[in-house]
């Protein structure tokens, strides 16, 4: 069964550094998604993107993070300045169409900002 | 915006007892409630959904209620087992739009031999 995939597992950075969180969505869906949990903590959305666009953000979604999908496969989330509380879970999830489709999360990544 | 409620954040049940865990949320536009249950360090997985055109929905020993006029849903675990040890995430969504996903608080299930 296809799943998403994300890279690296582990990232730690020091803060004011930049990091790319990358996520290989499953091959036939439209729809790709961000969100984050801080530990401990609930699932908090962060952004869609569909048809090389942002169909939705949230209010955690500042001008310090950025989304792309720079090929076929990948998708990605740039965080441009770490802070220390960007440290949490990120979770990439896909799923196949709008109209109550399920989103699939990732294994998620473990970012720790020092 | 969308704000969903969970409880409980604990729940302790024996082995082959039943669990229940609700849901309320806020926007009466929802439509769809999937249940997530995420074990430790894991991704969070569906294991079940409801639409708002239906009342419940089973799949074996898991099942779902919906009540959109109260606003309220409800997961039901039968015949509990130690595997069925996790944390339970309900959440609640608008189709159509960005799909945001909007997540319950959480709740730790164990279940005790």
């Known amino acids: 069964e296809p799943e998403v995939t994300q890279t690296p597992s582990h990232q730690v950075t020091q803060m004011g550094q930049e990091v790319i969180l990358r996520c290989v969505p499953i091959?036939?869906?439209?729809?790709f998604y961000w969100y984050r949990q801080i530990l401990g903590q609930k699932v908090e959305f962060l952004v869609s993107f569909y048809n090389n666009e942002i169909s939705e953000k949230s209010e955690i979604f500042d001008d310090q993070f950025s989304v792309e999908r720079p090929d076929g496969s990948n998708f990605t989330l740039k965080i441009r300045s770490t802070k220390l509380e960007d440290s949490a879970m990120y979770f990439c999830a896909s799923s196949r169409a709008l109209g109550g489709e399920t989103q699939y999360f990732g294994p998620g990544t473990r970012l720790l900002v020092l | 915006g969308e704000n969903v409620e969970q409880h409980p954040s604990t729940l302790s049940v024996q082995e082959g007892d039943s669990a229940v865990i609700k849901c309320t949320y806020s926007?009466?536009?929802?439509?769809?409630f999937p249940w997530y249950k995420q074990e430790l360090g894991k991704r969070p997985q569906l294991i079940i959904d409801?639409?708002?055109?239906?009342g419940e929905k089973k799949d074996q020993r898991i099942a779902v209620t919906l009540n959109k006029t109260a606003k309220h849903f409800s997961l039901h675990i039968t015949e509990t087992q130690p595997e069925d040890s996790a944390v339970y995430f309900c959440a609640a969504t608008l189709t159509g739009g960005g799909n945001k996903l909007t997540f319950g608080t959480g709740t730790q299930l164990k279940v005790e031999l």
């Open positions: 409801i639409r708002s055109n239906v």
């Open positions: 091959s036939n869906h439209l729809y």
């Open positions: 926007d009466s536009a929802s439509n769809y």
